[in-house]
Structure formats: structure tokens, C-alpha cells
């Protein structure tokens, strides 16, 4: 009987065995990505720590911009988000044999994607079977309410609980806490200090199972995920003082046990947060917005003139800031923009692939007629 107490400090709870266990093949155990490269990764076994083999099916590609995109599945005919993304990711949860050979990517309960960052119609994910969501901003420069939205967008769609983090609160002058919250309704927003720990205690009571820290580079984000696991584990390094921008120090992501229970995953640094089919994160990122819209006379109100419109109303009384009005309609097009390249793409491979099937079936029945 295959004993799974080693996996319990990677993530491996009741839930999680009800939902996997059926889902095994025979003369394999489960084990959670710890850290993905090329054709090999790091993966966490009932019998430890160990390096597993990954088949061309599961593994990464990169494209030509060298961002890490997901391999397609060998079927042509398989739609879904699923045939976009099914990579390995750190987090995942797989099946591995006797061989460290992985043999199945076990369904995510939710995975952090955006879009490819050389805008090519392809999803990328950056952690996946997360719970938290850590969207780090550093409170000792300028905060870019429009990237802690995107963010947001990104966490609500996949189904984690964000938290907006604001780093470095001993650095900081004035600390615009209160904005930041009114543009994270469902979340909450914090100012802590992994130098002199203030904030921590209230963070750290707050993480749920898997916790994912994503943000620029240079928002202090591993030097907050060594602060959590209470022990350097991951690279530090400064900002550039003329600029205050960061250098990418994290380089993979990798997932590591809490102390206090639950895992943790450090990603490196995102210079572009494209959105990728998240229509439910950006409705949740404006709840507010889409509840004032509710009262519009119209139905089908555009919020651009129309008479009746709340949103405008709004805007006009102060309610609403022009700004947040602007950002939720620039995410709604983007990503209507990105669904739409898609669906084109997809619908154009779907076409290739049948293509491919009849030229097939042309040559067999080709070569059966030369036979005769």
C-alpha cells in the first residue's frame, strides 16, 4: 500500500486523493511538479523527492520570442482549453511509473494563464492548482492601479482567491492602501515588510493551500516568499537605483512547503500580462462596474452616451473614476480581441486536420486499388 504521508507537505490532502485517485493508472502514484524544464522535471513522490522524465506530450515549447509556450496534444481533433495549455506547469499533479517516466497530467482544479507574451493566439500558464493568489506591487514607487487589475483578472479566473500585496512598506513614504482596495473588491489588499516583518502575521493568516506570488520583477516578490518560508531559498537581488526597475533574478517557478502548512510558488518576474479567455476574471475584477450597469435603463447599454446609463452617472457623480471605467473596457476588448484570434486559429488546425485525414484515406484507398 503505497504510503502518501511525504506527499501531505506538497499539497496532498483528503480532497485532492478523492479526486485523483480513480484517475491513476495502474502501476503509477501521484506526484506534484516542483520545478519543469526542457524534457525532465522535479517532482514530489510518496517516496520522496525525485527527477521524473516527461514525454514530448507534456513537455514546454518555446517560441521564437523564448517564452515557454505549452505542447499541443497529439490529437488534431481535440478542442479546449486543455489542447491550448497542456504543458506541465509547476503545481500540476501528475501520474509518474516505476521509471520516473510521467504518464498523465491529472485535471487542474485552476491554473494562473495569460497569453503568450509574443501575442500569438496560445495561452501559457504560470502556476497551476493554486488556492492564493499574491499580486505584489511595490509600495515604495508609483503603483499601477491598471497592472494590479490585470493581475486581478488573471487570479479570479483561476478560481484562486487573490490578495493584493503591497511590498516594501518600510521604503515607503505614503502607502495609497485605501486605492489600491477600491480596486480589489472580493479582495484584500496589505502593506507588509519581509525586512522588518510588519504585516507578515496578518498575511500569513490569510494563505490557503497553494499560494502563488506573481508581479514584476523588482516588487520584491522573493524576497517575500523567504520570508514566508522563514529561510533563503530563493535569489535575491536589487533594483537599480536610477530607475527602481527590477533585474529578472527568478529565473524557473518552483514550489516549495510552508512552514505552517500549504505550498508555495515563486514565479519570475512578468513584463507583459496579456489576458487569455478571462471574461469571468475581469467581470469579478469589476464587480463594482458590472453592478452599476445593472441600473442602466437598457439592457444592451453601450455606457457610451445613451440615456439612462448608470455607469455614466457614475462617473459623473464621482462614484466612478474615469480611470477604472477606461481599464475595465481596454481588458474587455483585449480579451474579446484574443478570443476571437482563438477561435480562428483553431477553427483553421481543425480544418488542417481534416485535411490531413482525407488526404490519408485518398493514398489507403489509392494503394488498395493499385493491390487489386
Same mark, same amino acid.
Request: aromatic share 4%; with cysteine.
Given at each position: ?6 506527499? &501531505? ?13 480513480? #484517475? ?27 527527477? $521524473?522524465?516527461? *514525454? ?17 496534444? *497529439? ?21 509518474? /511509473?516505476?521509471?520516473?517516466? &510521467? ?13 503568450? !507574451? ?10 497551476? +492548482? ?9 509600495? /515604495?514607487?508609483?503603483?499601477? #492601479? ?7 483578472? @488573471? ?16 521604503? !515607503? ?26 504585516? #507578515?502575521?496578518? =498575511? ?8 502563488? =506570488? ?9 524576497? @517575500? ?9 530563493? $535569489?535575491? +537581488? ?16 518552483? #514550489?516549495? *512547503? ?51 446609463? !448608470? ?23 483585449? +480579451? ?6 482563438? /477561435? ?29
Amino acid at each position: 500500500m503505497v504510503d502518501y504521508d511525504l506527499l &501531505v507537505p506538497y499539497g496532498w490532502t483528503e480532497a485532492v486523493a478523492n479526486e485523483y485517485d480513480s #484517475l491513476i493508472d495502474d502501476g503509477c502514484v501521484p506526484a506534484r511538479v516542483i520545478r519543469m524544464d526542457r524534457s525532465e522535471c522535479d517532482v514530489a513522490t510518496p517516496t520522496g523527492l525525485t527527477r $521524473a522524465r516527461c *514525454p514530448r506530450l507534456f513537455r514546454p515549447e518555446r517560441g521564437p520570442s523564448g517564452v515557454t509556450q505549452a505542447a499541443s496534444r *497529439p490529437d488534431p481533433l481535440r478542442r479546449g482549453a486543455d489542447s491550448e495549455i497542456s504543458g506541465l506547469c509547476t503545481g500540476d499533479w501528475v501520474s509518474i /511509473d516505476a521509471e520516473l517516466d &510521467v504518464r498523465q497530467l491529472l485535471p487542474r482544479r485552476g491554473a494562473i494563464t495569460r497569453s503568450a !507574451a509574443d501575442r500569438r493566439a496560445q495561452g501559457q500558464v504560470l502556476a497551476a +492548482n493554486v488556492d492564493t493568489v499574491l499580486i505584489c506591487s511595490a509600495a /515604495d514607487s508609483d503603483i499601477d #492601479l491598471g497592472r494590479i487589475e490585470r493581475m486581478l483578472a @488573471l487570479a479570479w479566473d483561476s478560481s484562486a482567491q487573490p490578495i493584493v500585496v503591497l511590498t516594501k512598506a518600510d521604503a !515607503a513614504l505614503d502607502i495609497p492602501l485605501d486605492e489600491v482596495q477600491a480596486v480589489a473588491p472580493g479582495a484584500v489588499a496589505l502593506a507588509v515588510s519581509a525586512d522588518t516583518g510588519s504585516g #507578515l502575521d496578518v =498575511l500569513t493568516a490569510m494563505l490557503d493551500g497553494t499560494v502563488a =506570488l506573481i508581479g514584476p520583477s523588482g516588487v520584491g516578490k522573493s524576497t @517575500l516568499a523567504n520570508a514566508l518560508l522563514g529561510q533563503e531559498v530563493f $535569489a535575491t +537581488n536589487a533594483v537599480r537605483a536610477v530607475d527602481k526597475k527590477g533585474r529578472h533574478t527568478t529565473v524557473h517557478r518552483e #514550489l516549495r *512547503p510552508l512552514p505552517g502548512g500549504g505550498t508555495l510558488i515563486d514565479t519570475p518576474g512578468l513584463r507583459g500580462i496579456g489576458l487569455w479567455d478571462a471574461a469571468e476574471g475581469i467581470e469579478k475584477t469589476f464587480s463594482d462596474i458590472e453592478s452599476i450597469a445593472a441600473h442602466c435603463r437598457f439592457d444592451d447599454c453601450a455606457h457610451n452616451g445613451e440615456p439612462g446609463c !448608470a455607469v455614466q452617472e457614475a462617473i459623473d457623480s464621482g462614484a466612478l473614476t474615469q480611470r477604472r471605467f477606461d481599464s475595465y473596457r481596454k481588458l474587455e476588448r483585449e +480579451n474579446a480581441w484574443m478570443a476571437a484570434r482563438s /477561435d480562428k486559429r483553431l477553427q483553421a488546425e481543425r480544418e488542417k486536420a481534416w485535411r490531413d485525414i482525407r488526404k490519408q484515406q485518398r493514398q489507403f484507398y489509392q494503394e488498395r486499388s493499385s493491390r487489386r
